[in-house]
Each structure stands twice: as C-alpha cells, then as structure tokens.
C-alpha cells in the first residue's frame, strides 16, 4: 500500500476540529509537516499531534522529500498560489473550501493540473456525510415525486468578533482575502451539494447589500438560480439577523411532497408527504472530514476514484461571484 505522508499549510481552527485528525486515522496516511506564518502556532500543533517537522515557509514544507501530499487549509486568496505550487512540485493537494477567491482562480488551477497531471481535490466534505447521503437517496427514491422548486434560507446573528474587536477584522470578513463576507466562506457548502442534487446551476442572479453597518462587506443577500435541468430555486442569506430569526433550511418542494433539512446545524430531515411527516435522525462521524478525507487518500492509493475534484468544485465560485456580480 503505498503510504500518503501529509504537509499541511495551515494550522487554524478547522485543522484542529474538523479534518487534521482523520489524516492519521485512514490507514496508510500520517501527517509528516505542518506549516503557518506563525512559528507558535507551527510548533504548538506539531508538538500536540507529535507531528515530526514544521515549518513557516510553504515552499519549504512543499519541498519537503517526505512530503508527498499536501493539505492546504489557508484563507482563500491564497488556496491557488499554494496548490500550484504543490502541483507543479508534483504533489496532489487537498485544498480547503471554497477552492478559491475568485472564479478566474479556479480556471488557473484546473489548468495547471490539467497540465501536470497532478490532482486538486476539495473538501466539500458534505457529499460524503451519511446526514446529507440520506438526503440524496431519499430524492433518487422519487419518495417526493418530480421536484419542482428550492428554497435556501439561512440567518444568524453578528458574531462577537464581527466588531473589529481588538481592532482587527476576521479574514472571512475581508473580501480580498475570502472572496466575500460570510456568504463566501458558508453558501458554499449549501451550493454544492444541490448541484450535487440536481446538475450545475447555469444562471444565477443576486442582490447584495449591507444592512447591518458592522463591516464592509456583504451581510445580507438574495438570489436566484436555475439548475442545468430547468428546475428553479433561490436562496436567501443574513449574517446580521436577530436570533429569533435565526435559520438555517433547505426545502426540496416535490409533486408529492418534500424534503427539508439544514446544512450547518444537522437538524433531523423533515420528509412531508401525503402518508404524514417523518423525522429522520443521521449522526455524523466525529471529524466531519473524516469520510472525504478517506476517499481522497484512497484515490492517490488507487484504490477508488473521489470525484470532489477542483473541477467539480468550480462551478461553485462561478455561482458565488455571479450572485455578488463580480462579473
């Protein structure tokens, strides 16, 4: 079995809740090297996880001899910059969500993988959790007949950080670092898994605006789309609601029924149809990544195929930047 040795680039919240841990729990995979700008930080996470090497260069941990596969969990802007350079080091990368800032960062990626032969996968991690599967089967069963219409809303209330505390705004609220405001760093999720649901949306429109004045950027935003199949929805977004507003849904209305369910708070599915309504409970493995990550290292093993490739996630910048009418 051919062994994946991990360098990660990043050491942030999500490498310590949701994915860093599931890399050493797939057999055939360690994590050998870490990386963050920060030396503290670098060497807190690899004295904690007994990881052998870090670093605070990314070129260096790239070229790192052991390293054979590189995991990059930065902000956005730099998503491209790192997993070009993994690639054309020869290195496969795992790059975190969304895959880039902007759509046109996108492109540059696929084509330098096209070109190296290298794979760039993303964690859209969601595809792969028994929660959201759940729903899939449920939709391919026709238990809700023809689905006709999608409706997203999702709102939450400011975060404590949201006001400059200390003087510094968060990354996901700087536009030229995470592409957007909060919309860029969460539609995401809710964006692929419908068009793993129903095919690439093809048109999409949106109304942004500011309502809260917390911020610069967007914090309030409606849109809608049209899948490749014809089928209509639309979503709406408020990072600045009260919480008595406070949602997170997604409704897949049917001819003979339908579906809802959240995304961030895994909520029991709602199924409605004309028999009653049920509610169905899926638990999700500890580390949210877990099931992703195992299939992206059995896929550089040979072992399978994962198809959550930079390609496959592209269409969903294409949608975000369309909808804040970056183009």
Not at 187 to 195: C, Y
Not at 255 to 273: A, C, K, M, N, W
Request: aromatic share 12%; hydrophobic share 40%.
């Amino acid at each position: 079995m051919k062994i994946i040795k991990w360098g990660f680039i990043g050491c942030g919240d999500v490498v310590e809740k949701k994915s860093g841990p599931a890399f050493s729990e797939v057999d055939g995979s360690c994590v050998v090297a870490v990386m963050s700008r920060s030396e503290s930080r670098a060497r807190s996470y690899a004295e904690r996880f007994k990881v052998p090497r870090w670093y605070t260069d990314a070129q260096a941990l790239i070229d790192d001899e052991e390293v054979n596969a590189v995991y990059i969990a930065t902000p956005p802007s730099s998503h491209a910059t790192y997993a070009i350079m993994a690639m054309k080091a020869g290195k496969p990368v795992y790059v975190e969500k969304p895959l880039a800032s902007a759509y046109e960062d996108c492109l540059r990626v696929n084509r330098v993988s096209e070109e190296t032969g290298i794979p760039c996968f993303v964690a859209y991690y969601r595809r792969y959790l028994p929660y959201f599967l759940k729903v899939k089967e449920i939709l391919e069963r026709g238990v809700i007949g023809n689905v006709v219409n999608v409706q997203l809303r999702f709102a939450e209330s400011p975060r404590e950080h949201d006001y400059y505390k200390d003087g510094k705004l968060p990354w996901r609220l700087q536009p030229d670092v995470a592409g957007g405001g909060y919309f860029y760093d969460l539609a995401p999720h809710q964006l692929d898994f419908l068009q793993q649901l129903f095919g690439v949306i093809i048109e999409a429109r949106g109304l942004c605006a500011n309502r809260g004045g917390i911020y610069s950027a967007e914090d309030s935003v409606s849109a809608c789309f049209q899948f490749e199949n014809g089928l209509p929805g639309s979503g709406s977004w408020c990072f600045v609601a009260h919480e008595s507003a406070r949602e997170d849904r997604i409704d897949v209305v049917g001819e003979r029924g339908s579906v809802s369910f959240s995304v961030f708070d895994y909520q029991p599915i709602r199924l409605h149809t004309s028999y009653g309504e049920e509610s169905i409970a899926v638990p999700n493995p500890p580390y949210v990544q877990y099931p992703i990550v195992k299939s992206v290292i059995e896929h550089l093993q040979g072992i399978s195929v994962c198809d959550c490739t930079s390609v496959s996630a592209t269409p969903v910048n294409w949608v975000l930047d369309r909808i804040l009418g970056k183009f």
